[in-house]
């Protein structure tokens, strides 16, 4: 299978803009779970960057559990990312959940990212193999290591080798976090896959009280990179505030980061 070791040894390295993904410098995605308009938008874009981050998140398409929930700007929040790309040099990822919104979302997002509950939209996983950017393919709350690899295979089998695999939490029997954090998954997809991999502590968790020793976690398991939820004021977040860490916080966990990914 082309995800596997076997067919190609080396890891896979993922390059946007002088910005590598699977190579030997850390990389860490941060930005605010929705955009929500310019001001936030781009305030979190400068402090983000000025901590380090390489790579700029955000959501203009949103998988909301409710649908009476904030569903995203749509294609205005995805104007607002291309133009923080433009005011810090930052790639921007960005998330699409339908086949039809492919194309718009290519247009502005240098990496389209796949969200956990449409891992196994198959529609989905081939049409975005037929884009020339690069895929985060986060894995489903219920998938297996196996469910996730054919996932990416899916990507790969219609022609795009630009795939990341990104750890966001899995469903279990416990409660204490919105998701259990499967860290034993890193080592485990180093022997599979040649892919580079993130990890997600902010979804995994759903508590910005364990981001940061869980960030450091994910970087001491062999990760690659973080995706980090960053918001200039969580108790006022459209979405997923509880998980969102100010930006002074975001700066001592790049610190900490930054040291691990260092001594590894
Ligand atoms: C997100 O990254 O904003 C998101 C919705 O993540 P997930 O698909 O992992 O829930
Ligand atoms: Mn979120």
Redesign the pocket.
């Known amino acids: 299978k082309l995800v596997s070791r076997e067919y190609r040894e080396a890891d896979t390295i993922i390059e946007i803009n002088g910005v590598q993904i699977g190579g030997p410098s850390l990389v860490v995605m941060a930005g605010p ?1 929705s955009v929500e308009g310019r001001k936030q938008l781009l305030t979190t874009a400068e402090a983000v960057k000025a901590a380090g981050a390489t790579i700029l ?1 955000g ?1 203009a398409f ?2 909301r559990t409710s649908p009476y929930s904030f569903q995203g700007m749509g294609e205005d929040g995805l104007k607002l990312l291309a133009e923080a790309r433009e005011l810090t040099g930052m790639p921007v990822i960005t ?1 699409v959940m339908d086949t039809e919104q492919v194309d718009l979302v290519a247009e502005y997002a240098d990496i389209l ?1 796949l ?3 449409n891992m196994q939209n198959f529609a989905l996983l081939k049409r975005v193999g037929r884009t020339r950017r690069p895929v985060m393919l ?1 894995r489903g709350l219920s998938s297996t290591v196996k469910d996730w690899l054919l996932s990416a295979e899916y990507i790969m089998a219609e022609g795009n080798q630009a795939v990341i695999l990104c750890e ?1 939490g899995i469903r279990t029997f416990d409660d204490h976090s919105r998701g259990t954090f499967d860290l034993s998954v890193v080592p485990v997809l180093r022997e599979l896959t040649h892919l580079p991999i993130i990890v ?1 502590p902010s ?1 995994a968790t759903g508590r910005w009280q364990s981001i940061l020793p869980m960030a450091r976690a994910g970087i001491a398991s062999g990760a690659d990179g973080l ?1 980090i939820e960053v918001h200039p004021n969580p108790a006022e977040a459209w979405s997923d505030g509880e998980q969102s860490l100010l930006p002074e916080r975001f700066v001592e966990l790049m610190e900490q980061v930054e040291r691990i990914a260092d001594a590894m």
């Open positions: 779970c998140r959501g949103k998988p998330e990212q969200g956990a509950r986060k966001r997600d979804h995706m």
